[in-house]
């Protein structure tokens, strides 16, 4: 993939998940998006050595009903985006540094905010303030967003606990059941011992609710409820690092409806906590 693939975050989203055939089609609309309003489907199955059946599937795939319609969200995502990324250099100055580092979290928030589906948020709100337990499950840096995402869910009265540790994770997995809600979290949406805590809540019969950065992935196959969410990648400061912050993001957005959702709930908890906090304090 090129650095076209910016102008286009939910293909590169779904990449990950993509077959060669689909891969190939992917790749030519990334590197030639000045084709994309007059291509035809006949042309691009040609052009990307591939079939026009194999077009319409990538399409579907995707969520769209034809060409035309996903031509004509790409377009629209590809005006949207800025002609601004730019790659760290070794020679930047920190106001270099800072700018590009900020506008890669803002150009992902943006990209986030197109992508991500606000049935699947209001689907996760009304199952976390349902669930009989929250079990939180993430590795590395996502297990930073899963404490952040266990203090919050805290202030709510709901029984939340985040782990980051494989053994606890799959130890977890196999005390949950129907009523309970799983929350994993990871960027890739690959890594096999989250996926394995994943896959035995699920036949216990706990909902599994995805945060991820690639629609595609494993986790997000796995998932009753996905939640995507991307950051932009930058030299010398990983998408991963990026993705964090998005992510934290998302967890804000599932946060502000459950205190829309449970108003009486959060208003008599946070007075409660200040007050509990005010005493801590000389």
Not at 33 to 44: F, H, R, Y
Not at 86 to 93: M, N
Not at 220 to 234: K, Q, T, Y
Not at 275 to 280: L, S, Y
């Amino acid at each position: 993939m090129t650095d076209t693939t910016q102008q286009f975050p939910m293909l590169r989203s779904a990449y990950g998940g993509m077959t060669k055939a689909e891969k190939r089609i992917a790749d030519y609309l990334f590197a030639h998006p000045d084709e994309l309003v007059d291509i035809t489907i006949a042309e691009l199955a040609q052009k990307a050595q591939s079939s026009e059946i194999t077009v319409s599937r990538f399409c579907k795939k995707l969520g769209f009903s034809g060409l035309q319609s996903l031509k004509i969200a790409l377009a629209g995502a590809r005006n949207e985006t800025a002609d601004h990324f730019l790659d760290i250099q070794p020679g930047d100055g920190y106001d270099d540094i800072t700018a590009k580092v900020f506008q890669s979290i803002i150009d992902g928030l943006t990209d986030t905010r197109r992508l991500l589906d606000p049935a699947a948020c209001d689907a996760a709100v009304q199952a976390l303030a349902g669930a009989h337990r929250i079990a939180v499950y993430g590795f590395g840096n996502s297990a930073t967003v899963c404490r952040d995402i266990e203090t919050r869910l805290l202030r709510f009265g709901l029984v939340v606990q985040a782990y980051s540790d494989g053994h606890q994770q799959i130890t977890s997995a196999a005390l949950l059941g129907p009523g309970d809600v799983v929350l994993a979290v990871s960027h890739t949406g690959a890594t096999r011992d989250l996926l394995a805590s994943v896959a035995m809540a699920k036949r216990n019969g706990a909902t599994i609710l995805a945060l991820t950065s690639h629609a595609a992935s494993e986790l997000a196959r796995a998932a009753d409820i996905v939640l995507v969410g991307m950051g932009r990648e930058v030299r010398y400061c990983s998408e991963a690092a990026a993705s964090r912050l998005i992510h934290m993001a998302i967890v804000d957005v599932l946060y502000t409806g459950l205190a829309l959702r449970l108003p009486e709930r959060y208003q008599t908890n946070l007075e409660r906590m200040r007050a509990a906090i005010a005493e801590k304090r000389l």
